[in-house]
């Protein structure tokens, strides 16, 4: 092969190997979503059937304490509180605790809920069967609303784990919000 | 004139170099004038850090006495204005055997004290408290969990004026000048006090020298940490990772104290905040619009 | 597969283009685009000092002088990105222009055209990147790491800043391509891989680290824009996306990052070593894989910036011993290097004084990253002004005291000229010195607690900041002269005329081509003789 079809063939080659380098930095959106569910390394907590959730046998032998925390993006006027600070849980027991929210914003706005565990290595034994943050969650102009967290911890959960604290934080849907917002308006207008 | 000869006498200390710090058993809780080193800190950890930090130090220091060393003698005395004639060989296969070998099991030696340390650092279990920590721009937010006791935790007042550009107000004459705060995190000793970790808008590092670690705070998602102060005092540190225009302005300001002084601090605490909490927790709001 | 060949986009004429903007604006010629990249270069050197200037002056007293917090975080981190893609980067690929045709054997680079096309991106870049200083809502501020939510937090000149960093992106990797193209494909007939100059070598194993990482930060800068401005929530946890991974992603790039400023400095060193020690280099296979594996490794250590960030301790541990580990290669170029003066005859010119330079203080560098690599101190450590004295040891003393010293050495061999070595000695004294007074005060104001990034501080922090002012200072004036010297000798041509040697006892190919070096390096392949090469007897 003559130097300029050498120079193409290479430059070819080095020129897929970018494009494959810029697309494996894209991947690495889902690889680290993945590694982090199996892992449970960024806190993020697992879910389980509420079937599969009450099929697990109880540890009677052990309590780990469970802490909750409620939190609010600031910028947003709500209030946002567990209704039990804590509890004492038997692993494999399935728990049920209510939080609550008020919206003191003088308009409706959808709230969506983050959570998070502390410990990272607890948060895979951590599941739950029920939550508020899995939808989205609209509120009324000072409409107050009880939410519940039901979960399971499992029997497997490392023995220096002893406390667990599981963290709310609401923001604003924006997305959500408006778009309520704007078929709340077309149906008054109907109603006009 | 107190203050002058004070300087002096530290300047002679500083002086004395790294080896001085390293046997002072004083845990300063602010910084000092010419300080070298870091210092021991007031925990079990921050102690077990500082050695393993004086360890890997000493190890460094030695390793570069032996290749400046090496280097100098050759530069002296194999130098063509001494006559030196150039030797010819390329390799010694030996030579590079023995200092691969070497580094390895020297990094092992440090390999090994740093595991230990990293793993007692990693357990948080059986804590008898959780504070957590909230990081605003720009100011600390503490919440113990369970108490219903929560506050806000900015620059006190005196530095805030003096570190206005231009303010003319003389740093010196400012009291633990960007080191200060409204309201500290009053914790008890001898108790292990659990900390969950995580901030509102951007990424903050929330660190107190004297405790042996900093951990970042990021919104969304909670971190843990934990510490067991032995000694009561004050102890102080700053924000650890860029967050915004004030970033170098919101310290961290924590008091250690006999756990029944603590008892009847939380107890004031408590009494005091119950009807006013929704104010104190609604002061964070810059960007509300 | 020792090959030679020219490319057809090459015409063969032995003139340089007539019209100055014939000459430099539409050069394709290796040497012309070497120099052009220097000049850029150096120009760069100057803007992002004067903001490293900017900072030393706010952070010579406490309180706040100077400038507001905004614009300081904006001067860090437009003198932190300016210096790594502005200043270090192009001056090592405006010397692999000039010297890897010159050392394989070969007439011209691989793919002129492209050649001209990657430097030509630079200025645009660059243009894009410090108009921001002039806009409403001020330069970039967030750190030229650009972590999210607080890099996001600015106006446009997010998009500014992005695009930039795509152009240098480009314009890099284009390079790369081109550095690897006439690496592999233009060397003279019995220059085989294991032949050529260390100096080719590591520059063939960084322009590979350059095509597998620059992509990867285009793609994450890409995602802070589509954060920003189309709704997407990558790294916003609003959104259901995790800001760690930006940082993940972004020290992924990073690090290979920071050996891509290295690896060249590493091959310049070993050059100049053997030259001056009139000995060849010790242990030129170990050298070449010594390099490799830290390329390799430097793909999974990336975690150690971040040992804060909330890890599992399996991680912590993993990404503590794949750090330390890199210390061991890393050993083995070091103690070469020393076996190389070892029973040599040396003389300290001014090249090899920055050679010498730079193996002390980029190993000092090397302690306080292996220092920084034992995660339980890193704790304590991170994000203080302990780690701003690691990172400069290795950049500054390390990275651009190499380029220094190759712009020393090879200067004669372009300009055909003797440089003022005297005013090159002084030049390498002053610069020790005051890079010195600058930085080694740093690490103790990092052990006793002062955070980086501040632009104001507790004044128990003052009298080391103070003492490091002083010496930024300096060391920013001494770099005047540098600049003299290199006008002196390019423009004024007053200095001895260089036999084609220069060195007494230089070797390899670029010592056989007269001084200055002709238009055209090698039009036709050179014979290769192995005694002429610097390492010697290769056959171990
Ligand atoms: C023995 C080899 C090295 C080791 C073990 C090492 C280790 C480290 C570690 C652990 C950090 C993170 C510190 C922290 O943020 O807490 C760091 C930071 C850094 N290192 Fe190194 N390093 C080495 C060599 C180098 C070299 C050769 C360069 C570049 C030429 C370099 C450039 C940097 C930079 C720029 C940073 C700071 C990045 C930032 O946060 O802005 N290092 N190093
Ligand atoms: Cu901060
Ligand atoms: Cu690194």
Redesign the pocket.
């Known amino acids: 092969m003559n130097a300029s079809g050498r120079h193409r063939v290479l430059l070819k080659r080095m020129l897929l190997t970018c494009a494959a380098s810029f697309v494996f930095c894209f991947s690495l959106i889902p690889i680290y979503t993945i590694y982090c569910e199996i892992t449970g390394i960024n806190g993020k907590t697992g879910t389980l059937s509420p079937v599969a959730a009450g099929a697990t046998t109880i540890d009677y032998s052990r309590t780990v304490k469970v802490e909750f925390d409620a939190a609010v993006k600031s910028g947003l006027d709500w209030e946002f509180r567990p209704k039990v600070a804590s509890v004492d849980v038997h692993p494999g027991d399935v728990i049920e605790v209510m939080f609550e929210a008020i919206n003191r914003e003088p308009e409706l706005i959808v709230g969506q809920a983050v959570p998070s565990v502390a410990p990272n290595r607890a948060s895979l034994y951590f599941s739950k069967t029920e939550c508020f943050c899995f939808t989205e969650q609209p509120l009324e102009a000072g409409e107050s609303k009880d939410m519940p967290v039901r979960f399971v911890i499992d029997p497997a959960i490392p023995a220096n784990v002893s406390t667990v604290t599981l963290s709310y934080v609401f923001y604003r849907n924006e997305h959500a919000t408006q778009r309520l917002a704007q078929s709340a308006a077309a149906i008054d207008n109907r109603v006009l | 004139m107190m203050q002058k000869e004070d300087m002096g006498m530290r300047k002679a200390k500083g002086g004395l170099g790294v080896a001085l710090m390293a046997l002072s058993v004083s845990a300063w809780a602010v910084p000092e004038r010419w300080q070298l080193n870091m210092t021991p800190g007031v925990t079990a950890t921050s102690q077990d850090v500082f050695q393993l930090h004086m360890l890997i130090l000493w190890i460094c220091v030695a390793i570069g006495i032996v290749v400046f060393g090496a280097m100098f003698y050759a530069m002296i005395k194999f130098r063509k204005s001494k006559g030196a004639v150039p030797a010819t060989w390329s390799h010694n296969t030996t030579a590079e055997i023995i200092w691969t070998v070497i580094p390895v099991l020297i990094l092992l030696g440090m390999a090994w004290p740093a595991t230990q340390t990293l793993v007692r650092m990693a357990d948080t279990g059986d804590a008898d408290m959780t504070v957590k920590i909230t990081g605003y721009q720009w100011k600390w937010r503490y919440e113990y969990l369970g108490e219903d006791v929560k506050f806000m935790s900015s620059l006190s007042r005196a530095a805030d004026e003096a570190r206005q550009l231009g303010s003319g107000i003389d740093p010196n004459s400012v009291e633990n000048y960007l080191l200060d705060v409204d309201r500290p995190l009053v914790v008890p000793t001898n108790t292990k006090i659990r900390f969950v970790i995580t901030a509102d808008d951007v990424i903050h590092a929330w660190w107190v020298p004297a405790l042996g670690w900093k951990q970042d705070a990021i919104p969304g998602f909670i971190n843990e940490a934990w510490t067991e102060i032995e000694e009561p005092g004050t102890y102080r540190g700053q924000c650890a990772e860029l967050c915004g225009k004030d970033h170098g302005f919101m310290p961290i300001v924590v008091v250690a104290k006999p756990r029944a002084e603590f008892d009847a601090w939380l107890a004031e605490q408590k009494a005091a905040n119950a009807p006013a909490t929704d104010a104190v927790v609604q002061a964070p709001a810059p960007t509300k619009s | 597969m020792a090959t030679y060949a020219t490319t057809d986009h090459h015409e063969d004429h032995d003139h340089k283009p007539s019209g100055f903007f014939e000459r430099w604006f539409m050069s394709t010629n290796h040497k012309d685009i070497g120099t052009l990249y220097l000049v850029f270069s150096l120009i760069m050197f100057f803007i992002g000092g004067a903001m490293a200037l900017v900072i030393r002056a706010e952070l010579f007293q406490p309180g706040l002088q100077l400038v507001e917090p905004d614009f300081f975080n904006s001067m860090t981190t437009v003198h932190a990105l300016v210096m790594i893609f502005g200043a270090v980067m192009p001056a090592f690929v405006g010397l692999a222009n000039w010297m890897i045709p010159m050392m394989v054997g070969a007439p011209d680079m691989a793919l002129p055209r492209m050649n001209n096309w990657s430097f030509w991106i630079m200025p645009f870049a660059f243009a894009l990147l410090l108009s921001t200083l002039f806009m409403e809502g001020g330069a970039p501020a967030g750190g030229?790491?650009l972590y999210p939510p607080l890099s996001i937090q600015g106006g446009n000149n997010v998009a500014f800043v992005i695009f930039a960093v795509h152009m240098m992106g480009i314009s890099s990797i284009m390079g790369a391509i081109n550095i690897i193209a006439t690496i592999l494909n233009m060397r003279a007939p019995g220059m085989d891989l294991l032949k050529m100059p260390v100096f080719v070598w590591t520059w063939l194993i960084t322009a590979f680290l350059l095509i597998a990482v620059m992509p990867v930060l285009a793609g994450a800068v890409t995602m802070l824009l589509t954060d920003k401005f189309f709704g997407t929530s990558f790294f916003s946890a609003a959104g259901g996306g995790d800001p760690v991974m930006f940082q993940h992603i972004f020290w992924f790039f990073g690090h290979p990052e920071?050996?891509i400023?290295?690896l060249p400095a590493f091959g310049i060193v070993s050059e100049i070593i053997p030259t001056f020690s009139r000995k060849p280099l010790f242990g030129y296979q170990a050298m070449v894989y010594a390099t490799a594996s830290i390329a390799f490794l430097s793909f999974i250590v990336w975690a150690?910036?971040m040992?804060t960030v909330g890890m599992p301790l399996g991680g912590q541990l993993f990404f503590m011993y794949a750090?330390m580990l890199?210390?061991v290669p890393?050993g083995v170029k070091v103690f070469n290097w020393v076996a190389t003066m070892w029973r040599g005859s040396m003389t300290f010119e001014t090249p090899m004084l920055f050679a010498v330079g730079f193996v002390i203080l980029f190993t000092i560098?090397?302690f306080s990253?292996?220092m920084?690599?034992i995660v339980p101190a890193?704790f304590q450590?991170?994000?203080t002004y302990f780690?701003v004295a690691?990172?400069h040891y290795?950049?500054v003393t390390?990275?651009i005291f190499s380029i220094m010293a190759a712009v020393y050495y090879w200067l004669p061999k372009w300009t055909g000229r003797m440089y003022n070595e005297t005013l090159g000695k002084w030049h390498f004294w002053l610069s020790t010195i005051t890079v010195n007074i600058l930085f080694f005060p740093q690490h103790f104001l990092g052990l006793a607690g002062m955070p980086r990034r501040i632009p104001d501080y507790n004044p128990a922090f003052a009298d080391f900041n103070v003492i490091s002012s002083v010496g930024g200072f300096a060391f920013g004036i001494t770099q005047l002269l540098f600049a003299w010297i290199v006008i002196d000798c390019c423009l004024r041509k007053r200095g001895a005329k260089a036999t084609s040697g220069v060195w007494e006892s230089a070797k390899g190919l670029e010592w056989t081509l007269a001084s200055p070096a002709p238009y055209h390096s090698f039009t036709t392949p050179p014979k290769i003789d192995d005694r002429m090469l610097a390492h010697g007897d290769v056959s171990h």
């Open positions: 030229w790491t920071v050996y400023m290295i150690h910036h040992f750090t890199i210390a890393t560098g090397g990253g292996l920084l690599a890193d450590y991170h994000d780690v690691h990172f290795v950049l390390g990275a």
